[in-house]
């Protein structure tokens, strides 16, 4: 009879093969009987041992009966086995959960404390005077989210993060959490957009885009605790460009999806929120930031040869002037905000060149945003960014330097409200103005110009990558003379021709 083979016994075995009284390979972290029967193994999990604590198996209780034995109801059952109460009952019957881990349940109440916040606070600090709208996003966005949307659900929290880091701006739990939900909404968010905007993902990702572009907003505040500056190392101030970038994204995802976003109950009230786009692009009516296209015409044929490029130039800037002169007189409506999605693309190439009109516009804007200093996100935006802008400039300037002089006023301004005469507009007539802009179409009739127009563009060739910006700009400049002369005809005045 040969000898037996000689065998190491294995002392430092997972609970589970003990239990089993079977040899265990004691493979970290999982051991191979584990892996085999898709178990937990306490090597992996160490907060499992409890529960892998022998079983005892209830001893069965001698059955009597009264009856004659001979009967068929007790002659053909089986005899039943014998169990020792020491034998444990099989452990892997039946998948059991996995107990939370501290990182696990740390994770959970972070959740559950972000999501708490976004809606019972976070919420209501995203629409600006529109109860219709903080409705929305409230309850709606979030049961939105919970259909499996997980970039909107991510989205949500993400903002909820940065508002509770705003309170709290060294909590570095809140820092990690925000950023670690933003990157994962900016993945799963880019993935999406890559195999395209259909009905049932068209909602999500326009709410997506707008918590993007609120984060991108908010995110300033904190340039420098996360290891950025708002200054760079050897141009000075640092243009908020990532602010054009992220809202142009939403007008973007709006055109490109108009086809369904125009029939949803969430969205259309959103839009609707934003007060109507009432702009004069004729330039035949005076206008309070009308200084700022002094001698536009003279530098754009001197700094460009190009006459297609000088056409695009030019309206670019006459359409960023006309969006501040319409938000100036109602800027307590979150007019200014519209600024950032409605400025066409050669504006933003303008603004990346530095050019000083452009810059000037930039400041003028920033200085429209003073109205919204009592937003978490917009808090210390004016004195800020007009400080920054200005820092660009030569104060010896003869040029320029005069016309920052009302942003520059308006950012130092000390107080809670800004009286009419420094700020250049009668409050009173905000709501006249409201109600005039709305006769002639809302917000959502803008969008409609604009989706018809990208639809065009799609049939375009690569080559004509600004018609956009042209065809808007004598489209609206068409709307905007057609609006007045049906207020001159009211009037009883004559059109103009």
């Not at 976004?118 to 219709?132: D, F, G, R």
């Not at 925000?178 to 999406?192: C, D, K, N």
């Not at 068209?202 to 505040?221: D, G, N, V």
Request: net charge negative.
């Amino acid at each position: 009879m040969p000898p037996r083979r000689s065998h190491k016994k294995s002392r430092a075995g997972c609970r589970r093969c003990k239990a089993r009284k079977i040899k265990c390979d004691e493979v970290h972290p999982r051991c191979g009987n584990c892996t085999k029967h898709g178990v937990a193994c306490d090597f992996e999990h160490p907060g499992i041992v409890d529960a892998l604590s022998p079983v005892e198996a209830p001893t069965p209780r001698p059955t009597t009966s009264t009856s004659n034995c001979d009967s068929p109801s007790t002659s053909t059952l089986p005899p039943t086995p014998s169990v020792a109460s020491s034998t444990p009952l099989p452990l892997y019957r039946n998948p059991e959960p996995l107990p939370l881990t501290s990182n696990s349940k740390s994770s959970r109440m972070m959740e559950l404390k972000l999501l708490h916040h976004y809606t019972t606070i976070t919420c209501e600090t995203l629409a600006i005077s529109s109860p219709v709208s903080e409705k929305i996003w409230r309850d709606t966005v979030p049961n939105l989210a919970f259909t499996g949307a997980n970039f909107l659900a991510d989205a949500l929290l993400a903002v909820s993060a940065l508002h509770l880091r705003y309170h709290s701006p060294q909590d570095q739990e809140l820092i990690r959490a925000s950023h670690a939900y933003m990157a994962s909404t900016l993945s799963e968010y880019g993935a999406s957009l890559s195999k395209g905007i259909n009905e049932s993902n068209a909602e999500a990702l326009f709410l997506t885009a707008a918590l993007i572009a609120f984060q991108s907003t908010a995110s300033r505040i904190f340039t420098r605790d996360d290891g950025g500056d708002l200054k760079e190392r050897s141009d000075g101030y640092a243009l908020p460009l990532s602010w054009f970038h992220s809202f142009q994204g939403v007008k973007a995802v709006v055109a490109s999806s108009w086809q369904w976003l125009r029939h949803s109950g969430i969205v259309i009230p959103i839009i609707e929120s934003q007060p109507a786009l009432n702009l004069d692009l004729s330039g035949e009516n005076a206008n309070f930031f009308g200084h700022l296209l002094n001698g536009a015409e003279e530098e754009i044929v001197s700094m460009d040869d190009d006459p297609a490029s000088q056409v695009l130039t030019r309206q670019a800037y006459q359409h960023a002037v006309a969006v501040l002169d319409w938000a100036h007189k109602i800027p307590h409506t979150g007019a200014p905000l519209v600024f950032l999605a409605t400025v066409s693309r050669r504006f933003v190439e303008l603004l990346e060149s530095r050019r000083p009109r452009a810059l000037a516009i930039l400041a003028s804007y920033f200085g429209l945003l003073k109205c919204l200093d009592g937003v978490w996100w917009l808090k210390g935006v004016a004195r800020r960014e007009v400080m920054g802008i200005v820092s660009l400039f030569n104060p010896d300037d003869e040029e320029w330097w005069p016309r920052l002089q009302w942003p520059l006023r308006i950012a130092l301004y000390e107080g809670d409200a800004i009286p009419p005469d420094v700020w250049g507009a009668d409050w009173a007539a905000e709501k006249a103005l409201l109600d005039e802009a709305g006769q002639n179409g809302g917000f959502v009739s803008h969008i409609e110009i604009l989706s018809q127009m990208f639809s065009a563009m799609q049939n375009m060739p690569p080559s004509m990558p600004d018609a956009l910006d042209v065809v808007a700009h004598q489209t609206i400049y068409n709307q905007s003379r057609a609006v007045r002369r049906n207020m001159l005809l009211q009037d009883g005045t004559q059109s103009p021709h």
